[in-house]
């Protein structure tokens, strides 16, 4: 398509100039950004990148104290080339290798029961439905059992920790009490992307550190990446990845392409568009896909997002080629999205109605 046929919807764009009419148009993103941390205006932020139309028109690194998966590892002057948690957004980027697997017909069609592929837990077919959970309702955190991670990260009574802490992850997971019947209800489970990861692994050979290198990272120009891995030696697939925010970005792109990136297919187009469809109502306006949130801008543009604990945060807006990555340092807070969202609406789309206007 051709440049201005990708505009940012019109009604978005409308929308800020009316919230922002004294912004200094002037002054970049980054000069913006810096003047609102420095006066304690916005706590915690790492690092944002703005992308549009492919290209990076904006970004911006901030010192900051920071983690490794739970532990820190002090102030961090964070830049282009720095390594950051992507925490949950980590669940995202292997929904998006299960479907390249699936293309590759390495792993199970979606309406295959799940315990039918772990055979080795042949005892937890106790008639309670168990047997009717399929890879889709994994994938769209449908699987309708007991799963709670209300409870800080740091709890061991959190079940994302205690399935790390577990003897068998995979045991735990599927082993928890059916509390509705799979494929109706809507429950964040860090479990069923571990489960996902596994059927990739079997699948293909490879654990999942190894399939996302050649398969995404690689053709992505990704060099620069970590998958950090539990006591079990397994990598987390639901919050071990770290990316440079750059690269991240990246991945955003590549989904606003259609899934290509540089002129080549890296996942599937028909498998982006079957993640983006909504398969769960998480709250009004708000729906679930395969591992990815999904809303509406204005003018009912699709936005899809990818969220992770303590402000990590991937936003595609694929009709305007609008991608913004956000990392921060809030762990933990309840509250940490709203510096990001506040990043996204106050700084990153401002910008790029400045970008507009030069």
Known sequence: MAHNQRPLASAALALVLSLFPDVG??????????????ANEIVGLHSTVVMLDGERIAEAYFRGEDERWGTPIGSIDHGPNTLHDLRSVTKSVVGLLYGIALSEGAVPPLDTPLLDLFPEYADLRDGTR?????????????????WDESLPYTDPRNS???????????????????????????TYNGGAVALIAKLIANGT???????????????LGIEIHEWVRGADDVPSAASGLRLTTRDLAKIGVMIAQNGSYNGQEIVPPSWLESSFRPAATIQEGFGYGFLWYLTKGPGGDPILIAVGNGGQRLTVQPNAE????????????????????????????????RYRQQ
């Not at 148009?25 to 420095?38: D, K, N, T």
């Not at 168990?130 to 059992?145: F, N, S």
């Not at 994302?160 to 509705?180: H, N, Q």
């Open 205 to 219: 050979g490879q654990e999942i550190d190894a399939f996302a290198e050649t398969r995404l990272f690689d053709p």
């Open 25 to 38: 148009w002037a002054q970049s993103m980054e000069e913006r950004l810096g003047a609102a941390v420095e």
């Open 322 to 353: 609008f991608v913004v990555a956000t990392f921060a340092g809030n762990y933990n807070d309840p509250n940490a999205w709203q510096t990001t969202v506040r990043v996204l609406l106050d700084f990153a789309i401002p910008e790029v109605v």
């Open 160 to 186: 994302e920790i205690a399935m790390e802490l577990s003897e068998d992850r995979y045991r735990f997971v599927l082993s928890r009490p059916m509390v509705t019947e799979p494929g109706t209800t809507w």
């Open 130 to 146: 168990r047997e009717e959970i399929t890879v889709e309702d994994a994938l769209t955190m449908q699987m309708g059992t007991e």
